[in-house]
């Protein structure tokens, strides 16, 4: 090392060796990703025709469809299982709400399960949003994959999978059998339209796991029990990913070397620029946790103000 040193041609080789591999290794590193919630939220109705367009304008990197399942069995893509906060169904069919819902809202409250698509597709689904909005309309997941591929990779949740089981249907069969049609689980296909399955229903990544093993799968949590260093390991037998809500990682912000070292990706939500932090801004808020405690990616209702750094 004495000898290189006294070398100036060899000394300025090493250095451009090391600066060579440095960068190499940064370059290496995956961006960050942003995940657009329900669509651009903040700014359009949810899951709308409307929302998951402004997403990809705003360069969200993926879309997110919560998957719901109609009468006669069609993925939707809704976030609640029942209808009456995102449309005006008890308008259309006030005579028809559901019977025995369990829900923390009180009231009368209409399942999707209750409905076919043909009648689910009778409803507005924007003007609860904004007046000028009405007339957006609840979309199919096939209809959500033929707006969004080939532009941004569609980040699908399955939604109580539990609810329909108890129903008789097998809302994980319908979305595997939507995907291998479109053949989404191929390779050419994710190198263009990037997919991930999320669901908090363990059950459900497991068994995606088995059906379509190039799909990557994360697994949702709110329960600081998910984020021990044994659970870890035992979610990496199954996922690929976790996605732990932000005051979890916020209480336990070692969880994030933990999983990585597991090879599982970390994912956080729901980042909202109306949301009351101690942060200056949703854009500072998702910068904490992006870059200072290095997660990969995270759900944001505001896509246009996700920290993107060269």
């Not at 025995?100 to 999707?112: F, M």
């Amino acid at each position: 090392m004495a000898n290189i040193a006294r070398s100036p041609f060899a000394l300025a080789t090493l250095l451009f060796l090391v600066t060579t591999v440095a960068g190499s290794a940064l370059r290496a590193q995956p961006a960050k990703q942003a995940i657009a919630h329900r669509g651009a939220s903040g700014y359009a109705p949810e899951h709308t025709p409307a929302a998951y367009t402004l997403a990809m304008e705003q360069k969200a990197d993926f879309v997110e469809p919560d998957l719901a399942v109609t009468k006669d069995n069609v993925l939707i893509c809704l976030h609640d299982d029942t209808l009456e906060r995102t449309t005006n169904i008890a308008d259309v069919f006030p005579d028809r709400p559901s019977a025995s819902v369990r829900t923390r809202q009180p009231g009368r409250h209409w399942l999707a399960n209750d409905f076919t698509i043909a009648e689910i597709k009778r409803l507005d689904a924007g003007g609860w949003f904004k007046p000028e909005l009405a007339g957006q309309r609840i979309q199919t997941f096939q209809e959500a994959i033929d707006l969004v591929r080939g532009k941004a990779g569609l980040y699908p949740e399955l939604k109580s999978p539990e609810l329909y089981k108890s129903r008789g249907v097998d809302q994980v069969k319908l979305f595997v059998d939507v995907i291998r049609r479109n053949g989404l689980e191929k390779p050419a296909s994710l190198r263009t339209t990037p997919v991930i399955i999320q669901s908090f229903d363990e059950d459900a990544i497991r068994r995606v796991a088995a059906d379509l093993p190039t799909i990557p799968r994360v697994f949702l949590t709110s329960k600081d029990e998910d984020v021990t260093e044994a659970r870890i390991r035992e979610l990496a037998r199954f996922a690929t990913g976790i996605a732990p809500e932000k005051a979890v990682i916020a209480r336990h912000p070692e969880l994030v070397g933990r999983a990585h070292a597991a090879g599982l990706t970390v994912t956080s939500w729901t980042f909202s620029a109306t949301e009351k932090t101690s942060f200056p801004s949703v854009r500072d808020e998702m910068s904490h946790f992006l870059y200072t405690l290095g997660i990969d990616a995270l759900f944001t209702n505001n896509p246009d103000q996700f920290p993107r750094r060269p």
